[in-house]
């Protein structure tokens, strides 16, 4: 049998005689589905690659310290249960609070040390204080779950107001296309993002094999939500106009699969090339499409069918930038129509 030389790579013939395959990393077991190689198995081997291991010294592991706490709520079915890429976000927030905390005993965190971790990163990033308080909230529940508090001393932390991304005005997209024609990678990268709605992490992973009978079909990385979404006119015209290289719809300039981040900063250095303003940042095309589909009279339901959002509360927060004339003549023409005789 061949061996896998790759890191991290371990393999086991199961009951069934079949060869599995998994990687072994942060202390997590990651499947490997599909042939070493194989998109399948690169694009979970790569997921792998990405976990952190979060280092705890022995001083800071001993029972009842935060420490412990963490290691043993990464071996429990509550953080087995979240997605892969929720695991790294929970792994992110808790590498900077184990540095600084660790040692802290659990039992003994009152309210004022802990509204002190958070607002300790929230003098400098707001959103990542807000992100570290939940992640908190959820570590700290699951302490009271076994036993080793009665309350929650993160509940009455307050999370920060920050703002929302930018939604792209139809003025900014007219002079994004100006820039960047078809046959760009930069407007390729724009056309995925705004004509199907979907958010960086889900346009990295899209590959020419998901498009069949004229539909793109993914699986969200954060929500697990699939969908089947039909190829806009623009969207199709930006796709054959290419560059075509490689599995991925969108890639480096080689067709090799990119990162979230090369692919934010090929759209925000296009936008800057461009002379857009700062704040028409990637995300900002997402809120784009979904206003679009707002102001063309799309119901509730079908914008939550192309951007996947499985709450009311998400999908008014994105439409919020809809135009809101546009949308008062839409309700008093459907009136008119209704008071006809």
Same mark, same amino acid.
Request: aromatic share 6%; with cysteine.
């Given at each position: 049998?061949?061996?896998?030389?790759?890191?991290?790579?371990?393999?086991?013939?199961?009951?069934?005689?079949?060869?599995?395959?998994?990687?072994?990393?942060?202390?997590?077991?990651?499947?490997?589905? @599909?042939?070493?190689?194989?998109?399948?198995? %690169?694009?979970?081997?790569?997921?792998?690659?990405?976990?952190? *291991? +979060?280092?705890?010294?022995? !001083?800071?592991?001993?029972?009842?310290?935060?420490?412990?706490?963490?290691?043993?709520?990464?071996? *429990?079915?509550?953080?087995?249960?979240?997605?892969?890429?929720?695991?790294? !976000?929970?792994?992110?927030?808790?590498?900077?609070?184990?540095?600084?905390?660790?040692?802290?005993?659990?039992?003994?965190?009152?309210?004022?040390?802990?509204?002190?971790?958070?607002?300790?990163?929230?003098?400098?990033?707001?959103? %990542?204080?807000?992100?570290?308080?939940?992640?908190? %909230?959820?570590?700290?529940?699951?302490? +009271?779950?076994? @036993?080793?508090?009665?309350?929650?001393?993160?509940?009455?932390?307050?999370?920060?107001?920050?703002? *929302?991304?930018?939604?792209?005005?139809?003025?900014?997209?007219?002079?994004?296309?100006?820039?960047?024609?078809?046959?760009?990678?930069?407007?390729?990268?724009?056309?995925?993002?705004?004509?199907? !709605?979907?958010?960086?992490?889900?346009?990295?992973?899209?590959?020419?094999?998901?498009?069949?009978?004229?539909?793109?079909?993914?699986?969200?990385?954060?929500?697990?939500?699939?969908? @089947?979404?039909?190829?806009?006119?623009?969207?199709? &015209?930006?796709?054959?106009?290419?560059?075509?290289?490689?599995?991925?719809?969108?890639?480096?300039?080689?067709?090799?699969?990119?990162?979230?981040?090369?692919?934010?900063?090929?759209?925000?250095?296009?936008?800057?090339?461009?002379?857009?303003?700062?704040?028409?940042?990637?995300?900002?095309?997402?809120?784009?499409?979904?206003?679009?589909?707002?102001?063309?009279?799309?119901?509730?339901?079908?914008?939550?069918?192309?951007?996947?959002?499985?709450?009311?509360?998400? +999908?008014?927060?994105?439409?919020?930038?809809? &135009?809101?004339?546009?949308?008062?003549?839409?309700?008093?023409?459907?009136?008119?129509?209704?008071?006809?005789?």
């Amino acid at each position: 049998m061949t061996r896998l030389r790759l890191q991290y790579v371990h393999e086991y013939i199961d009951r069934h005689g079949r060869i599995r395959r998994y990687a072994r990393k942060g202390g997590k077991h990651i499947p490997l589905p @599909g042939m070493p190689g194989s998109p399948k198995f %690169m694009e979970a081997y790569q997921a792998a690659l990405a976990i952190k *291991s +979060i280092p705890i010294t022995s !001083t800071r592991n001993r029972e009842g310290a935060l420490a412990a706490l963490v290691e043993r709520f990464l071996r *429990s079915a509550d953080f087995a249960n979240l997605k892969v890429g929720s695991q790294k !976000t929970y792994r992110k927030a808790l590498e900077p609070v184990l540095t600084a905390h660790g040692h802290r005993l659990v039992g003994d965190l009152e309210t004022d040390k802990a509204r002190k971790i958070v607002e300790d990163i929230g003098v400098r990033a707001p959103a %990542m204080a807000n992100l570290t308080r939940s992640v908190l %909230m959820k570590l700290f529940n699951y302490a +009271i779950d076994i @036993g080793l508090r009665r309350d929650n001393p993160f509940a009455r932390v307050p999370r920060y107001k920050v703002g *929302s991304h930018h939604t792209w005005t139809e003025d900014e997209l007219l002079i994004y296309e100006a820039r960047w024609p078809l046959g760009s990678r930069e407007r390729l990268a724009y056309a995925l993002l705004l004509y199907t !709605t979907q958010r960086v992490g889900d346009a990295v992973r899209m590959r020419r094999s998901d498009v069949v009978n004229g539909a793109l079909t993914i699986k969200q990385d954060k929500t697990g939500t699939e969908l @089947g979404i039909p190829l806009h006119p623009e969207l199709l &015209d930006a796709i054959k106009a290419g560059p075509s290289l490689g599995l991925y719809l969108i890639g480096d300039r080689t067709g090799r699969p990119i990162t979230v981040a090369r692919l934010s900063a090929l759209v925000l250095a296009a936008a800057k090339a461009a002379g857009l303003p700062r704040e028409c940042v990637p995300h900002g095309l997402r809120k784009a499409g979904i206003r679009r589909l707002a102001e063309h009279g799309c119901t509730t339901k079908q914008i939550a069918a192309m951007s996947g959002h499985r709450s009311l509360r998400e +999908i008014e927060r994105y439409t919020a930038a809809a &135009d809101q004339k546009k949308l008062a003549r839409q309700a008093v023409r459907k009136l008119g129509q209704k008071n006809k005789p």
